[in-house]
């Protein structure tokens, strides 16, 4: 990170998902040849967080890790399951709890579920004094009154994945929270709001990410024949973003650069 040409850090990847399986080396290599020198792999059911570090493992100075429980599994898991969790964090590879927070969009687990983990995670934050990765659909109130309550516990928070509201993002802005973006931003249909407010974003809580395998960049040219998002992409997503706020990719660089070692601490 003191290098005088910082590498990207793409701050959200979720490299265990199984459309990585057939090429996941070759994926990891191909980042770090488009200058993504670093990736942070989501965890997002202890399975996957277990399968994380031990891809982590593999590439001590490249890849490192959340571990937590996605709103989606929370019915899955127990409180031993949490434990664990909570004893991943001590894991040298390990940068942030999460991916947590609520999503009633779909409620594939019950909205008491997901805020009965949600608060364990919060609690495991503080306990392990590492920032949360969060994720939150259609649950802004709830998900804003619970990290209020708790934001003199945890240490600091990314909003994964931001595609919300001008309201919702100065809520999150007030909380000293960070902000990722991601390709959504890259899509003329439903990526214009996002457009409009990246500019928004003060220079010292941007961070960006690709979400792959999903959320493919819409305007990458030429086409990509899968649909499948990679790590690589994210100078194209770099780009688009320094275009909107008027900055230069190169200071952009910069910018994330610090954010990122301001934020995961390494």
Avoid at 49 to 54: G, P, Q, V, Y
Wanted: charge should be negative; include cysteine; charged fraction near 25%.
């Amino acid at each position: 990170m003191e290098s005088s040409t910082p590498t990207w850090v793409d701050i959200g990847i979720n490299l265990t998902d199984s459309s990585f399986d057939k090429d996941r080396h070759d994926v990891i290599q191909r980042a770090i040849e488009s200058g993504v020198g670093k990736l942070i792999i989501t965890g997002t059911t202890l399975k996957e967080s277990l399968e994380a570090i031990e891809l982590c493992q593999e590439y001590p100075e490249q890849l490192f890790c959340t571990v937590g429980v996605h709103p989606h599994y929370a019915k899955d898991h127990s409180e031993s399951d949490l434990r664990e969790i909570s004893s991943l964090c001590k894991e040298s590879c390990v940068v942030a709890c999460g991916e947590t927070g609520l999503d009633f969009n779909r409620n594939f687990s019950e909205p008491e579920q997901q805020i009965a983990t949600f608060e364990a995670q919060l609690e495991i934050a503080h306990e392990t004094q590492l920032p949360l990765f969060l994720h939150e659909r259609d649950a802004h109130k709830q998900q804003l009154a619970m990290l209020k309550s708790h934001r003199d516990d945890f240490v600091g928070a990314v909003a994964h994945c931001f595609t919300g509201t001008k309201t919702e993002l100065y809520n999150y802005l007030d909380l000293d929270l960070y902000i990722g973006i991601t390709g959504w931003i890259c899509d003329e249909r439903r990526g214009l709001d996002l457009q409009k407010l990246v500019k928004d974003i003060p220079e010292q809580r941007l961070l960006l990410e690709t979400d792959a395998p999903y959320l493919i960049p819409r305007d990458i040219k030429p086409k990509p024949k899968s649909r499948r998002n990679l790590p690589e992409y994210l100078p194209h997503i770099a780009a688009k973003v320094a275009s909107l706020r008027g900055q230069s990719f190169e200071s952009l660089q910069e910018t994330v650069a610090k954010n990122t070692h301001q934020l995961f601490n390494f």
